[in-house]
């Protein structure tokens, strides 16, 4: 059998258009028709081609055994979706042999007939216009001979990371490609002994990749993959060179203020610093420390990131000395959030320090009396109890859950009330206010209860396991669409109808979202309306409602495949 008919079974306009999907599909026709694909070439087991569009991208579709595998450098086909480019290089091939150059037969033999010298010109000349084949050739030259010299290595690393204004998505490749040969690199001077050398160069590539991250579109996550795997090296071999404590200290205070994505952890390099790389260290962040200016809570919230950093370094140092009342004051010099009082409390309680932990916490409600922080609300209750100040505690959580009437707040003073032994007269207050807010906003905006106005109170009702009251409440006052599929779950069992009755009214809003994960979404939702209506006894009603169904989704020929037959 010829490798095109062994691509024929799985290139076919049905399966082009299963893959893609009835837009992409669409739009991966009108690129063909329009003769954007070129290049169209047959290997052994794939066909790769260029596809012209407002860039131009690179396809390649590949037998895999009996499956078919497939890449596009466009942005959906690098993270893995069958794209409009992917289809129109198969509408390409399926033309026929015409459209095909086979299986570079021609130009391999040409190239075997040249001389070494010839082939050479034509590398060179071809990586002139090609950065992706460029930077796969300065790589691999740079693999076959490290430069001797410490100048000549720095070049190298220069030229790895050299950024010219901005590197898009589309050149990240090429980037990344030129940005491993660094790590082969250090890793060489690694293996060759020369540790102090290659601890240098380690730092001095750590700053040019950093300087670059910032300049580049890594949306991928290659190219902070690539620096990662280049602090680790960076750890590695400082730990091997044992570089001299005092210019050690201030080159890491150096690399650490430039890091903004937490590639260096102080307590990892602490050890090489010693008693006077340590006071280097120091000195160096206190001077920088002074220099960061006290945030009340008064002061906003947009704090720059030369104070991230320095805050950063003066907590690393904190902690690793074990020094709580240096971390609190840490702390302490930025107090714009309620979480940062809330962030001094837990350091204080983990000390054992409970006295000035609730201090510091209740000087966070003072500060942000309309700014309310969950997570510093259920401190301060908790703390209350252990006090045995109830009231208090039941004070904060009722007043959290009228100003954030939500689940989380209902439930915290459910908690709250509950160590009080008094939810059930709290439960009733809760319930009587939500009820006249919900009377207060009809009266205001006309309203009649229609919407998703009770939607608090069918989950707090779900969450108290009452599904028949929860299912009275969005009857009579609606609810979001999440919460009448969770109020269907719960009915499933004892109330097959109900349930049944709530998916059939959202899958036709799950199909119009036209994309095969949400057709896979309502076909499944379809088989279990099916199962739910035979239990209710209505399988004539079913494939009354499975007909009308098909009607009003019949374009969408990737759902219908997917229903067929149920």
């Not at 690098?78 to 399926?94: M, N, P, Q, R, S």
């Not at 190298?156 to 589309?170: H, L, M, S």
């Not at 280097?280 to 420390?289: I, N, P, S, V």
């Not at 003072?366 to 109890?385: C, I």
Request: with cysteine.
């Amino acid at each position: 059998m010829t490798e095109r008919r062994k691509n024929v079974k799985l290139i076919t306009r049905a399966s082009l258009a299963s893959l893609a999907g009835e837009k992409s599909f669409a739009r991966g026709v009108g690129y063909f028709e329009t003769g954007a694909v070129v290049d169209l070439v047959q290997t052994r087991n794939a066909i790769s081609a260029r596809v012209l569009g407002s860039e131009e991208y690179r396809v390649v579709l590949r037998l895999d055994r009996a499956d078919l595998a497939w890449s596009c450098t466009c942005p959906l086909g690098e993270e893995g979706t069958f794209c409009k480019h992917a289809v129109a290089t198969g509408l390409a091939w399926l033309e026929g042999p015409g459209q095909v150059r086979d299986d570079l037969a021609e130009i391999h033999a040409h190239l075997q007939s040249e001389s070494r010298k010839s082939l050479v010109d034509i590398l060179v000349e071809q990586a002139t216009y090609d950065p992706e084949l460029r930077a796969r050739l300065e790589a691999a030259a740079l693999r076959r001979g490290m430069p001797q010299n410490l100048r000549s290595m720095k070049d190298a690393v220069n030229r790895a990371f050299a950024v010219r204004g901005f590197v898009d998505y589309r050149n990240m490749r090429a980037f990344n490609t030129r940005a491993e040969s660094v790590v082969h690199l250090l890793r060489e001077m690694r293996r060759s002994g020369r540790a102090k050398e290659a601890a240098e160069l380690a730092g001095y590539a750590m700053r040019r990749g950093i300087g670059a991250y910032g300049k580049t579109d890594d949306s991928g996550g290659g190219f902070g993959e690539t620096l990662r795997r280049l602090a680790d090296l960076h750890l590695e071999i400082c730990r091997a060179a044992k570089p001299e404590p005092v210019a050690f200290a201030s080159a890491l205070f150096d690399l650490q203020m430039r890091d903004e994505w937490s590639f260096f952890k102080f307590a990892d390099y602490a050890p090489l610093l010693g008693t006077d790389g340590l006071a280097r260290y120091r000195a160096l962040a206190d001077a920088a420390w002074k220099k960061v200016p006290t945030r009340a809570p008064s002061t906003g919230r947009d704090a720059g990131i030369e104070h991230y950093h320095i805050t950063a370094i003066m907590e690393a140092l904190a902690q690793y000395t074990g020094d709580v009342d240096a971390l609190v004051a840490v702390g302490s010099r930025d107090l714009s959030h309620p979480y940062h009082f809330l962030r001094n409390a837990e350091i204080l309680a983990r000390a054992d320090r409970e006295d000035e932990a609730l201090t510091w916490a209740e000087r966070g409600m003072k500060a942000f009396p309309n700014d309310f922080d969950p997570r510093l609300v259920e401190f301060l209750v908790e703390a209350y109890h252990k006090t045995r100040r109830h009231d208090d505690a039941l004070a904060l959580a009722w007043e959290h859950f009228i100003q954030h009437p939500g689940l989380e707040a209902y439930r915290h003073l459910e908690k709250s009330a509950g160590r009080a032994k008094t939810w059930k007269s709290w439960r009733e207050k809760a319930l009587t206010h939500l009820r006249a807010s919900l009377k207060r906003a009809s009266r205001a905006s006309g309203a009649r209860g229609t919407g998703a106005g009770h939607t608090l109170l069918v989950e707090i009702f779900l969450h108290e396991g009452d599904n028949d009251a929860a299912l009275a409440e969005a009857k009579a006052g609606g609810c979001v669409r999440e919460v009448w599929m969770h109020l269907a779950r719960a009915r499933e069992h004892e109330h097959p109808q109900d349930a049944a009755d709530v998916y059939r009214k959202f899958i036709d809003d799950i199909a119009d979202r036209r994309n095969n994960p949400a057709y896979d979404e309502a076909a499944t939702l379809a088989g279990k309306i099916k199962e739910l209506m035979q239990r209710a006894n209505q399988k004539e009603e079913f494939a009354e409602w499975l007909e009308a169904l098909r009607t009003r989704h019949r374009a969408k020929r990737n759902f219908m495949q997917r229903i067929e037959g149920m």
